[in-house]
Each structure stands twice: as structure tokens, then as C-alpha cells.
T-cell receptor, first 112, second 115 residues
Framework: DQQVKQNSPSLSVQEGRISILNCDYT??????FLWYKKYPAEGPTFLIS?????DKNEDGRFTVFLNKSAKHLSLHIVPSQPGDSAVYFCAANQGGSEKLVFGKGTKLTVNP | EPEVTQTPSHQVTQMGQEVILRCVPI?????FYWYRQILGQKVEFLVSFYNNEISEKSEIFDDQFSVERPDGSNFTLKIRSTKLEDSAMYFC?????????????FGEGSRLTVL
């Protein structure tokens, strides 16, 4: 079951630069998308979300872009900071369901 | 800041034994969830719980699993007869609004090792 795919297992960027994390989905019934961040030995922490009626949502350094026709979303972090180093999970939800479907995650390393 | 707490942080058990994982959700939240992550794999939905009953469950959540809210604060996941493949990190989560369009707050997880 690969309804949500994060094809890059890891990403390394320099401090101050932009981090772009990508996510693809196959289920066109998904109507809400979320990004979670996870540090080792901790649970996932909600970062930002976007409804399918929007194509962009911004919160401080974090922006999520949604391209419905391509079934693709991305998370931009600008500027990246060493404290952003974590595993980032993309997740999707279908209206009427309580279930979040997660991707496998992308490990982001921000180098000082 | 309010948080979801889980106990134990790590439990080791023999195959066939019963295990209960405990969670204290955030006090004003109404929707409760269990997810699990097998090492190296995705975080997977197990079950959601609202108004003292299961609202949704995945195909993973078979008869060996059960959930309960025995009092006003705890939310438990019971595995009746553990199997080797139940070894995973189990995450409890809670939400104020449900339908996961609101923020889902996760606990730190309970690592279950079945020998």
C-alpha cells in the first residue's frame, strides 16, 4: 500500500538554504494533507497542513504547496536551521475517515 | 504545554503473552488514536476512538487487539496474544476536533519487543 510516497529517504542542506521535501500520492480522494516532524525517541509533531481547496499554506519558515493535478505536495523550509534536522513525514486524509496515511519519511540534515 | 503521555516507554514480552499499553491523552481532547511503526517502515493507523467506541479501525486491528477508556483519563491498547510481528513502536495520539483536519498530538511512543 503506497498511497503516499516520499521517494527521497534523506536530504542534506546547508544552514540558511532552502529545504524542499517532496511527497506524492495516488488516492485522488485525499482532501487534506499534513506534514509532521519527528525527532529520535519522540512522537511525530504536527508542522503544517493544507486542504485540497488550496494550493499553498504558509506558517513562518514553513510553506506547503499542493499540486492536485500532479498529486504532489512539497514542504519548503526557508531558511533551514540545524534544529530542523529530523525525519519529516507527509500524511494524507480522506474525508469521512479518521485515518492518516503516512509516507515513509525523509530524513533532513541541516549542516551548520 | 499539554502533552500526550504513554507508558511504558519500552516493554519486552514473550510471544503469546498479553500486553497493555497505556496513554493519557490531552484532557480536553475527544478523539483518540493508536498508530504503530515497525522498524524501518511507515507509521500505520490502527484505530480511532470517539464517544467511548471505536470509530474506525484498520485491517491490522484484528481480534487480538482491543482498546478501552477505563476512566476519564486513560486510553489503553491491549494485545491479547503477542506475535513476533507485533514488535513495533506504538504511538497514541489525541485530537480536539477529530477527522484529523485538526492537529493530532502524538505521545512519545511505547516500544514493544516480542521475543
Amino acid at each position: 500500500d503506497q498511497q503516499v510516497k516520499q521517494n527521497s529517504p534523506s536530504l542534506s542542506v546547508q544552514e540558511g538554504r532552502i529545504s524542499i521535501l517532496n511527497c506524492d500520492y495516488t488516492n485522488s480522494m485525499f482532501d487534506y494533507f499534513l506534514w509532521y516532524k519527528k525527532y529520535p525517541a519522540e512522537g511525530p509533531t504536527f508542522l503544517i497542513s493544507i486542504s485540497s481547496i488550496k494550493d499553498k499554506n504558509e506558517d513562518g519558515r514553513f510553506t506547503v504547496f499542493l499540486n492536485k493535478s500532479a498529486k504532489h505536495l512539497s514542504l519548503h523550509i526557508v531558511p533551514s536551521q540545524p534544529g530542523d534536522s529530523a525525519v519529516y513525514f507527509c500524511a494524507a486524509n480522506q474525508g469521512g475517515s479518521e485515518k492518516l496515511v503516512f509516507g515513509k519519511g525523509t530524513k533532513l540534515t541541516v549542516n551548520p | 504545554e499539554p502533552e500526550v503521555t504513554q507508558t511504558p516507554s519500552h516493554q519486552v514480552t514473550q510471544m503469546g503473552q498479553e500486553v497493555i499499553l497505556r496513554c493519557v491523552p490531552i484532557s480536553n481532547h475527544l478523539y483518540f488514536y493508536w498508530y504503530r511503526q515497525i522498524l524501518g517502515q511507515k507509521v500505520e493507523f490502527l484505530v480511532s476512538f470517539y464517544n467511548n467506541e471505536i470509530s474506525e479501525k484498520s485491517e491490522i486491528f484484528d481480534d487480538q487487539f482491543s482498546v478501552e477508556r477505563p476512566d476519564g483519563s486513560n486510553f489503553t491498547l491491549k494485545i491479547r496474544s503477542t506475535k513476533l510481528e507485533d514488535s513495533a513502536m506504538y504511538f497514541c495520539a489525541s485530537s480536539e476536533n477529530g477527522r484529523t483536519t485538526g492537529e493530532l498530538f502524538f505521545g512519545e511512543g511505547s516500544r514493544l519487543t516480542v521475543l
